[in-house]
């Protein structure tokens, strides 16, 4: 079983960069849907990777569309704060060997509203008070990645 982190059209490179730190220290892999907001060989996204960077399951997709029909509506969640559901009371454990995909929307504007509603069934949130509009990006997939790798009970790190 592999985990996955999907950021769509990322636009701060201190979070994806902490993300792909996530992603290597959880075998985890990560995707990047473009555009995407700077260069990849960006020294800010550089610096929070670290040198980790050579050590991390990157994949890169022109488009969302691309990136569905590749994936063929494998086993998605999208976390948003517009989630039907809690994360805490979703089953991320798979004894089967299918992905899972946690997609994350832009840093800015989220997720597109029609993708959110085609799958809103598979949209989680994670609870938070109303006086933010939004929790960090990176911090937020640590904490999913991390609640779906202990339900696997830590399964290949």
Same mark, same amino acid.
């Given at each position: 079983?592999?985990?996955?982190?999907?950021?769509?059209?990322?636009?701060?490179?201190?979070?994806?960069?902490?993300?792909?730190?996530?992603?290597?220290?959880?075998?985890?892999?990560?995707?990047?849907?473009?555009?995407?907001?700077?260069?990849?060989?960006?020294?800010?996204?550089?610096?929070?990777?670290?040198?980790?960077?050579?050590?991390?399951?990157?994949?890169i997709w022109d488009?969302? @569309?691309?990136?569905? !029909?590749?994936?063929?509506?494998?086993?998605?969640? =999208? $976390?948003?704060?517009?989630?039907?559901?809690?994360?805490?009371?979703?089953?991320?454990?798979?004894d089967s060997d299918?992905?899972?995909?946690?997609?994350?929307?832009?840093?800015?504007?989220?997720?597109?509203?029609?993708?959110?509603?085609?799958?809103?069934?598979?949209?989680?949130?994670?609870?938070?008070? @109303?006086?933010?509009? !939004?929790?960090?990006l990176s911090n937020?997939?640590? =904490? $999913?990645?991390?609640?779906?790798?202990?339900?696997?009970?830590?399964?290949?790190?």
């Amino acid at each position: 079983m592999m985990n996955n982190i999907v950021l769509y059209q990322p636009e701060i490179p201190a979070n994806t960069g902490n993300i792909a730190r996530t992603c290597v220290g959880t075998n985890t892999r990560l995707h990047l849907i473009m555009p995407i907001g700077f260069s990849i060989d960006d020294k800010h996204l550089k610096r929070a990777g670290l040198d980790y960077w050579e050590n991390l399951d990157l994949v890169i997709w022109d488009s969302l @569309d691309h990136f569905l !029909s590749e994936t063929s509506d494998k086993n998605y969640y =999208l $976390i948003t704060k517009f989630g039907s559901k809690l994360y805490s009371d979703c089953n991320f454990k798979n004894d089967s060997d299918e992905e899972i995909y946690f997609i994350f929307g832009r840093e800015t504007k989220g997720l597109p509203e029609s993708f959110r509603e085609k799958y809103l069934d598979k949209t989680l949130k994670i609870p938070m008070t @109303d006086k933010v509009r !939004s929790l960090n990006l990176s911090n937020t997939a640590a =904490l $999913i990645i991390y609640e779906a790798l202990r339900q696997q009970n830590f399964k290949n790190i």
